[in-house]
């Protein structure tokens, strides 16, 4: 009873006073705004609230994601909503919205998500559980993710990290002069006409970047970009650039990069990025040397 009536004052007097809640950080996911709770989700009661339905633009997620949009409609009952990982360390309240006029005066909700990037890979279960006036839940639905593992693996991988929400991006030079970057992503010339098609092994057997992190500014928390090589390596001369695209209101970012052949590390090399950088031209043949590395 005393967590109920703690919750009560959370939810509707804005007053957080004698709460059992810590920050949250230990928890796989963290929402903006929302209350953390340690512990599993209450057991529902029979006649608690629903959640009506839930949204998602994308099931497929990653660890250090950020700004993962969730939503839905509760119950005109609900008060809030508790969202969970199942067996996470804790849940988050979030308060209820507004009526929605065009889905019969469900209650709507939102929220922000940051998934941690501790958030151990594989499919795996959100769930949602609306909560009443009384502090009554309702029993949890759940929303199947699929946390994408972002181990890189490849005979020959050149990677990109930096240290703050900017828009940076990577370009790989082959020895033949293909470049391998966020408007190319891939190294591999397709076949002309009237040429035979091209074996799959070729296709996506060269050098692929996997993701244009924080494009356009829409930060995504990867900060990561990697171009792989998993079945063929050509060999000669790899010239590596990093293009500082936008610092999305940053003042700098710092960035490694790194070429790793055959599982060992080959080379190394950092910098920083500034506002004088973004002002440099963009597009192919962009950015500040890295490094190079030759192949035999």
Same mark, same amino acid.
Request: charged share 20%; glycine share 10%; proline share 9%.
């Given at each position: 009873?005393? *967590?109920?009536?703690?919750?009560?004052?959370?939810?509707?007097?804005?007053?957080?006073?004698?709460?059992?809640?810590?920050?949250?950080?230990?928890?796989?996911?963290?929402?903006?705004? &929302?209350?953390?709770?340690?512990?599993?989700? !209450?057991?529902? @009661?029979?006649?608690?609230?629903?959640?009506?339905?839930?949204?998602?633009?994308?099931?497929?997620?990653? #660890?250090?994601?950020?700004?993962?949009?969730?939503?839905?409609?509760?119950?005109?009952?609900?008060?809030?909503?508790?969202?969970?990982?199942? @067996?996470?360390?804790?849940? %988050?309240?979030?308060?209820?919205?507004?009526?929605?006029?065009?889905?019969?005066?469900?209650?709507?909700?939102?929220?922000?998500?940051?998934?941690?990037?501790?958030?151990?890979?594989?499919?795996?279960?959100?769930?949602?559980?609306?909560?009443? &006036?009384?502090?009554?839940?309702?029993?949890?639905?759940?929303?199947?993710?699929?946390?994408?593992?972002?181990?890189?693996?490849?005979?020959?991988?050149?990677?990109?990290? %930096?240290?703050?929400?900017?828009?940076?991006?990577?370009?790989?030079?082959?020895?033949?002069?293909?470049?391998?970057?966020?408007?190319?992503?891939?190294?591999?010339? #397709? !076949?002309? #006409?009237?040429?035979?098609?091209?074996?799959?092994?070729?296709?996506?057997?060269?050098?692929?970047?996997?993701?244009?992190?924080?494009?356009?500014?829409?930060?995504?928390? *990867?900060?990561?970009?990697?171009?792989?090589?998993?079945?063929?390596?050509?060999? +000669?001369?790899?010239?590596?650039?990093?293009?500082?695209?936008?610092?999305?209101?940053? @003042?700098? &970012?710092? %960035?490694?990069?790194?070429?790793?052949?055959?599982?060992? !590390?080959?080379?190394?090399?950092?910098?920083?990025?500034?506002?004088?950088?973004?002002?440099?031209?963009? +597009?192919?043949?962009?950015?500040?040397?890295?490094?190079?590395?030759?192949? !035999?």
């Amino acid at each position: 009873m005393v *967590r109920r009536a703690a919750l009560l004052l959370v939810l509707f007097a804005g007053c957080s006073e004698g709460v059992d809640a810590r920050a949250g950080l230990e928890a796989w996911i963290r929402i903006s705004g &929302a209350q953390f709770f340690p512990g599993p989700l !209450p057991a529902p @009661a029979p006649d608690g609230p629903m959640v009506v339905d839930l949204t998602s633009r994308n099931n497929a997620v990653f #660890p250090g994601q950020l700004k993962k949009a969730l939503g839905g409609h509760l119950s005109t009952n609900a008060r809030a909503v508790a969202i969970s990982f199942a @067996a996470d360390a804790g849940y %988050w309240i979030v308060p209820a919205g507004s009526p929605d006029l065009n889905e019969n005066n469900l209650l709507e909700f939102n929220a922000t998500a940051s998934l941690s990037p501790a958030l151990p890979p594989g499919p795996r279960d959100l769930e949602f559980a609306a909560v009443d &006036a009384n502090g009554h839940f309702g029993a949890p639905t759940p929303q199947s993710l699929l946390v994408k593992d972002v181990t890189v693996q490849g005979l020959l991988i050149v990677t990109l990290k %930096w240290d703050t929400e900017s828009d940076l991006d990577l370009h790989v030079m082959e020895p033949d002069g293909t470049e391998v970057w966020a408007r190319n992503i891939n190294d591999f010339v #397709p !076949p002309g #006409p009237g040429e035979p098609p091209p074996d799959p092994n070729q296709v996506n057997g060269g050098g692929i970047l996997d993701f244009d992190s924080n494009s356009q500014c829409l930060i995504d928390g *990867r900060r990561q970009e990697d171009v792989t090589y998993k079945m063929r390596v050509p060999s +000669g001369h790899y010239l590596v650039r990093v293009e500082a695209y936008s610092l999305c209101s940053a @003042a700098f &970012a710092n %960035w490694t990069v790194d070429a790793i052949s055959m599982g060992n !590390p080959i080379v190394h090399a950092s910098g920083e990025m500034t506002d004088a950088d973004v002002r440099l031209p963009h +597009g192919a043949g962009a950015g500040t040397t890295a490094l190079q590395f030759d192949i !035999p």
